[in-house]
């Protein structure tokens, strides 16, 4: 019997595998066809609304982990601007600004964990 480290998803798990005896005949185990659960319909994704009556949500498009912000509450930005950096599946996104506007409110923190629609900041 051999033990093998085996990365899922960037989980380990140790696995033994056993040698086959090449004399040896196998039969095949009969199993039952797994049942498939029908499928749930998933929420609809709203627009950004406004907050509080004075400006626009920005939401992180998908789930990922926030690695720059390089706005702060009260800054200027034009349409285009860079206003967070989120990485998601190995890969560094960019959140632009969709407007002209000033920063009312950052929600979250370089380093924090995200969620596909949490908000990012506030846009006024």
Avoid: H, W
Avoid at 10 to 33: F, M, S
Avoid at 43 to 51: G, H, R, S
Avoid at 67 to 93: H, R, S
Wanted: charged share 25%; with cysteine; net charge negative.
């Amino acid at each position: 019997m051999k033990k093998y480290i085996v990365t899922v998803n960037g989980t380990k798990y140790e696995v033994a595998v056993e040698e086959a005896d090449p004399n040896a005949v196998y039969t095949p185990a009969k199993t039952e066809p797994a049942k498939a659960e029908p499928a749930k319909p998933e929420p609809a994704k709203e627009a950004p609304k406004p907050v509080s009556g004075d400006g626009e949500a920005i939401v992180c498009p998908m789930p990922g982990t926030i690695v720059k912000l390089p706005v702060k509450a009260g800054q200027e930005v034009k349409k285009g601007d860079l206003l967070c950096v989120f990485e998601a599946m190995k890969m560094e996104n960019e959140i632009l600004a969709p407007r002209d506007g000033v920063v009312k409110s950052v929600a979250l923190n370089e380093g924090a964990s995200v969620s596909s629609g949490d908000t990012v900041l506030v846009l006024g």
